[in-house]
Every structure is written in C-alpha cells, then in structure tokens.
C-alpha cells in the first residue's frame, strides 16, 4: 500500500473536499480552522503527492435517462494475459461502463453499467461483450433501487 502520512487537518480538508469540491478556499479554510494561506498550501500539497486526483460534478443519472444500473459478472474462457487485455481494452471504450474490476472468485470481471434502458442493454451484451473472443459466461444482476451510494472516501482509519 502507498498510503502517506495526513495530520488532522489534512484530513478534515479531505472530509469537506468530498463533500463539496466547488467550496472556495476561504470557505474551506473556515470548515477546517486554518487561515487561507495555510489552507492553500496543503490543498496544494494533497494535489501534488496524489491524494487529490481532480474535481467532478456528480450528474443524477435520472435526469439523463439513464434509469437502469446493472451490475455484470463476467468470466473469461482463459485467464491469460492476452485475454485479460483484449476484454479491458474492449470494455475501456463503452461509456456506459461506469466501473470494471478484475475480481477474484466466480467471475473475472465485475462491471457496473449504467444505461437508458434494458433494449439498449441488450445491445451492449450482443454487440460488444459476446463478441469479445475470450468471454465464457455472463451473469447480470439488475438493482432495483440505490440504497447508498457515496463518492466520499472514509478516512476515520487514519485518525489513530
């Protein structure tokens, strides 16, 4: 693990950032009781060591029509590493993944798709992934409905 050494106002600067990333540096400063200038200086220094990778707005995906969220189990013919690459190189290009993990376990892959609907679902499974030579099985699970859903990292196991 690469993780690096945070005091605690690193880390309440890192708490109110993941909440809210369009907070001006005074109002940051203020929410974690440092002076601007010091306050300045570690948002900076977080972006420098990588800790802050950049900013985002979340986008409600309903107001998008993008109403279905399904997560897709995916087990491969061979594990080899030709067959690794040639599926992630396929599933890198569908902006409709939102995320794919190597996994351990019944399935290689775990993806989130997030999609208009199950018609176009349907297209992504017979369009792109059967067509990928090295997928064995697929396995797809719908969700009925989001019960928690974050962005926010927790950072309480660096407080010691």
């Given at each position: 693990m690469n993780t690096i050494e945070l005091d605690k106002a690193s880390l309440r600067i890192l708490d109110e950032l993941q909440?809210?990333?369009e907070l001006s540096n005074a109002e940051l400063a203020e929410r974690v009781g440092l002076s601007a200038s010091p306050c300045w200086r570690r948002v900076a220094d977080l972006k420098q060591a990588g800790v802050l990778r950049g900013s985002v707005s979340l986008v409600d995906p309903l107001k998008?029509?993008?109403?279905?969220?399904v997560f897709v189990h995916v087990t491969l013919k061979n594990?080899?590493?030709?067959?690794?690459?040639?599926f992630t190189d396929a599933i890198s290009?569908?902006?409709?993944?939102?995320?794919c993990y190597l996994m351990s376990g019944d399935a290689d892959f775990m993806l989130r798709v997030v999609i208009q609907d199950l018609q176009r679902f349907q297209a992504l499974l017979?369009?792109?992934l059967t067509q990928i030579p090295s997928v064995a099985s697929i396995r797809s699970s719908f969700a009925l409905s989001q019960v928690k859903y974050t962005?926010?990292?927790?950072?309480?196991?660096?407080r010691g």
């Open positions: 909440k809210n990333a998008l029509g993008l109403a279905v969220n594990q080899d590493k030709h067959s690794l690459e040639v290009k569908r902006p409709e993944v939102m995320e017979l369009e792109c962005t926010a990292l927790p950072t309480e196991h660096l």
